[in-house]
């Protein structure tokens, strides 16, 4: 199949961009989107023109790297996965597909479509550690967590850092992301020491990085691909006022 | 981190590129961890993230560490099978599913064909057309059998015919009993996430035709040859978690890698590096000035040059690809003396391939994907045809590695513990020349060694 690609080139993070439109042929149609961008990248560089740069790590929705936004939606039309796990039978073959980087302040862009979302990661070192040391397995056995925490935890800790909550926010908040990872550890007992500080550092990283408040509208927990939902903003959001409270 | 360091015998810092701008830079300390992952994507197709890679270990073994069992790669039964030529990863679907889903493949070969043709489904074929292989094989096991056996049993069927897919390379993972026995219900509190992934990717349900599974490489137990200390045989030198050797043997079962991580990160390197440090407290802060540094990024910058300078027509991944299928076929799920050495052979040649038509657009100084792929691809030509050679000295079939001339009749793996139960450590010896092998004996006090038995 064929597809007319209008992507997002930028030289480097100084480099003005612009769109670009190529032609992409030979597609199989069960062939992912980061795929078709391989067999794009071969027959541009068989072409002498210089491949287009995008992330992209573990190729199974599992590590957040491959953000792009396909079509005005970040990760593209599917719903709840990331882009390596969005494939081309959902596109209409001949149609033009537009690529863009995250557009947000926080995440520059260092080459095309290839953003540094290094502000996530200050936003987790931030957060600090656990200082409850695990133990061993008899330690674990004896803290008991109800069925229902252990799931909620889990449904947080599924956030990939993949950053498509601040790209779809029109206010450029990463409220969901910190939502996430302050709620998948203040649900466990392991996480609740440190639970208000934690809540409390990120949030202040967070501002400081130059992310925008949330005005809860939603659209981020429309697009995570992880499924992770504003209620986990909701319990953010208490442990942050806990925090304030106790100050 | 493109090379390391050593001064005076010992690992004083790395040579690293920066992955933004291109500087090279330079990093001192007193002492070195590589904590690098593993290598199979020597295989291009392999499980593996796609920017895992063995440059970091090869660098090492270059500069003198030993390089342990490089043959022995596991083998994952549970991968989405390959679609085309256009794949660049593959999918692994969780072990957990063998739990309650039955293998099988057709018993009439003219289902198999039907079934390719598309005429035919999966789910019309009658039970005593079926033939659940693992559980006719090995009865008191079944579906549970190791990764490295359910591996081969799948390319038994294949190899005889019976693969169920356009390409032949394909088995039905199938859960109508599991349903039928649990309920909707149960089935989907235990794999619907998995079940969902797998729509995603294949656009068929398994809630109503099997999954398709073929083996993948997936882990490589081989690597840096550390001591009880996870120390390399260049002092101060130290490799963690699946870059070294250690823990797994020949094989591997599921969930111990992560296993190995925190035992080797958490619970043996920080009581270990540490006897290491305290000889050194008297030294001064390594010097980024020294000539060795200077040595070492000067080797860095005219590989890079070297790659830049060949200007050619072909793509590194279509070389890279190349390589893959010469290792799956000649270094792969069952290997034999004539296929290693034609594997050997055609990695030589593909090697010189490589640095006459390569075409790596772009310059050192920017973001660059190409180059770094390409600095990856000329460590993986080494590490495949150190495979190799490994694997073409252990004449017997051992954990992940089989040997088809080593094998009983019905088809197992045969060990040879007489001549082969060593560690087998490779010493460098420069380019273009055959590494020297160490022999480093296992000696077990406290078990009996047996013969692994799935049947009764
Ligand atoms: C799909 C999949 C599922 C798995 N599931 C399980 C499981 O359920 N249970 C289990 O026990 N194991 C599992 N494994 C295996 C396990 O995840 C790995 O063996 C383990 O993560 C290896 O950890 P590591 O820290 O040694 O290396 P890695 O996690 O591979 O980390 C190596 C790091 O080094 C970096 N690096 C490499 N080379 C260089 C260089 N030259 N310079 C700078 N940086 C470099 C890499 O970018 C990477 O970040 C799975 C593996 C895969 C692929
Ligand atoms: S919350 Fe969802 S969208 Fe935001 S970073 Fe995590 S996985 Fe991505
Ligand atoms: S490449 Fe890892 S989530 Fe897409």
């Known amino acids: ?247 | 981190m493109l090379d390391l360091v050593i001064i005076n015998g010992q690992a004083k810092g790395i040579i690293a590129r920066n992955l933004v701008t291109g500087e090279i830079e330079r990093f001192g300390a007193h002492a070195v961890v590589l904590a690098t992952g593993g290598y199979g994507n020597t295989y291009f197709l392999s499980t593996n993230a796609m920017n895992s890679n063995g440059s970091a270990a090869m660098q090492a073994y270059r500069k003198g560490a030993f390089f342990a069992n490089p043959c022995f790669a596991q083998i994952h039964p549970t991968c989405i099978p390959v679609h085309g030529d256009q794949q660049c990863k593959l999918t692994l679907m969780s072990e957990s599913l063998r739990n309650d889903g039955r293998i099988w493949v057709p018993k009439k070969m003219e289902d198999v064909m039907k079934l390719r043709k598309h005429e035919i489904k999966a789910s019309q074929i009658p039970e005593e057309d079926r033939d659940y292989y693992l559980e006719r094989r090995y009865p008191a096991f079944g579906n549970l059998v190791p990764r490295d056996v359910a591996s081969r049993a799948a390319k038994e069927r294949c190899d005889a015919g019976y693969g169920v897919n356009e390409t032949g390379l394909a088995v039905f993972l199938d859960f109508a009993d599991a349903i039928k026995r649990l309920g909707h219900q149960r089935v989907e509190e235990r794999y619907g996430n998995l079940f969902q992934m797998y729509e995603k990717i294949t656009s068929s349900s398994p809630w109503e035709e099997p999954m398709m599974i073929y083996p993948a490489i997936h882990y490589t137990m081989g690597g840096l040859w550390v001591d009880y200390d996870l120390q390399t045989t260049i002092p101060g030198l130290y490799a963690i978690g699946e870059a070294n050797f250690s823990d797994h043997g020949g094989n591997r079962l599921g969930a111990s890698a992560l296993m190995q991580g925190l035992a080797d990160g958490y619970f043996i390197l920080p009581y270990t590096i540490g006897d290491y440090l305290s000889h050194k407290f008297a030294e001064p802060k390594t010097d980024i000035n020294a000539p060795e540094f200077a040595e070492a990024e000067k080797a860095v910058k005219e590989r890079i040059a070297k790659i830049f300078a060949v200007k050619g027509t072909e793509t590194v991944d279509s070389i890279h690809k190349k390589l893959g299928h010469i290792m799956w076929e000649y270094v792969g799920m069952a290997r034999n003396e004539e296929g290693l050495k034609k594997g050997i052979e055609e990695i030589g040649k593909l090697r010189e391939e490589f640095w006459k038509t390569v075409r790596v657009p772009g310059t050192n100084e920017e973001f660059n994907q190409e180059l770094e792929k390409a600095l990856r691809l000329v460590d993986f030509f080494d590490i495949g045809e150190l495979m190799a050679r490994d694997a073409l000295n252990r004449k017997e079939s051992c954990g992940g590695h089989f040997r088809e001339e080593m094998q009983t009749e019905e088809g197992e793996t045969k060990r040879d513990d007489e001549n082969f139960m060593y560690v087998a450590a490779w010493e460098y010896k420069g380019e273009g020349v055959a590494p020297e092998l160490h022999k480093e004996d296992l000696k077990y006090e406290n078990i009996k060694i047996a013969t692994r038995n799935y049947k009764d």
């Open chain 1, 1 to 247: 199949m064929e597809y007319n690609i209008k992507v997002w080139r930028q030289k480097n993070a100084k480099a003005k961009g612009h769109f670009e439109t190529y032609h992409v042929t030979g597609v199989e149609e069960d062939a992912s989107f980061l795929e078709m961008l391989d067999i794009l990248n071969d027959q541009l560089i068989r072409k002498g023109i210089e491949p287009i740069a995008f992330d992209h790590d573990c190729r199974e929705g599992i590590c957040g790297a491959c953000s792009l936004y396909i079509d005005g939606r970040a990760h593209g039309p599917d719903d709840q996965v990331t882009t390596c796990q969005l494939f081309m039978r959902h596109f209409k073959p001949g149609a033009t597909i537009t690529v863009e980087p995250w557009r947000s302040g926080a995440f520059p862009v260092i080459k095309d479509l290839v953003v540094d979302r290094g502000a996530f990661d200050k936003i987790l070192q931030a957060g600090g550690f656990i200082t409850v040391r695990t133990g061993a397995a008899q330690d674990a056995n004896n803290i008991l967590i109800s069925h229902d925490d252990a799931e909620l935890s889990m449904d947080a800790a599924a956030c990939v850092g993949c950053g498509a909550c601040v790209a779809t926010c029109k206010n450029g908040s990463a409220m969901l992301f910190v939502a996430a990872r302050v709620s998948s550890l203040a649900l466990l007992p392991q996480g609740r020491p440190e639970a208000a500080r934690r809540a409390r550092a990120m949030v202040a990283k967070m501002d400081e990085l130059g992310f925008g408040n949330c005005t809860n509208t939603r659209a981020c927990e429309m697009e995570c691909p992880k499924h992770v939902t504003i209620d986990h903003i909701a319990r953010l959001n208490r442990e942050y006022l806990k925090a304030r409270f106790s100050e």
